[in-house]
Nanobody, 123 residues
Framework: VQLQASGGGLVQAGGSLRLSCAAS????????VGWFRQDPGKEREFVGT????????DYADSVKGRFTISRDNAKNTVYLQMNSLRPDDTAGYYC?????????????????WGQGTQVTVSS
C-alpha cells in the first residue's frame, strides 16, 4: 500500500496550488482520506478530510473557504485545491487513508500515510 502526495511548490501569497494524493495497492474508493500539514518541530495539523464517496467533507477553520478537497475514485486520486494561499500555509502536506468509517480529524485515526509534499508561500 502506497500513498504519494505531489504538486507542492513555491507560490506567492494569494496564489493557488493543487495537490494530488495517488494511491496504489488498495482501492481508494473504500477509504476516507485526510490531508494534514506539518512544520519541522511542530505537531501534525489537520487540514481537511473527505468521505469515501466524496459526498462529505470537513475542514479546519484556518483553511475553510480557501481549500477544497475532491476525489476521483476511478483514478484512485484525491485532490487538495488550495486558493488564496498565505505564508502561514507553508508546511509539508501529507495525505492519509482511513478505511470506511466517519470523517476524523486526528492523525492517529488514519492507517496509511504518504510522503509529504512541500508547500512554500512567499509574502
Amino acid at each position: 500500500v502506497q500513498l504519494q502526495a505531489s504538486g507542492g511548490g513555491l507560490v506567492q501569497a494569494g496564489g493557488s496550488l493543487r495537490l494530488s494524493c495517488a494511491a496504489s495497492g488498495l482501492s481508494f474508493s473504500r477509504y476516507v482520506v485526510g490531508w494534514f500539514r506539518q512544520d519541522p518541530g511542530k505537531e501534525r495539523e489537520f487540514v481537511g478530510t473527505i468521505s469515501w464517496t466524496g459526498s462529505t467533507t470537513d475542514y479546519a477553520d484556518s483553511v475553510k473557504g480557501r481549500f477544497t478537497i475532491s476525489r476521483d475514485n476511478a483514478k484512485n486520486t484525491v485532490y487538495l485545491q488550495m486558493n488564496s494561499l498565505r505564508p502561514d500555509d507553508t508546511a509539508g502536506y501529507y495525505c492519509a487513508g482511513r478505511p470506511y468509517g466517519t470523517l476524523r480529524r486526528g492523525p492517529s485515526d488514519y492507517v496509511y500515510w504518504g510522503q509529504g509534499t512541500q508547500v512554500t508561500v512567499s509574502s
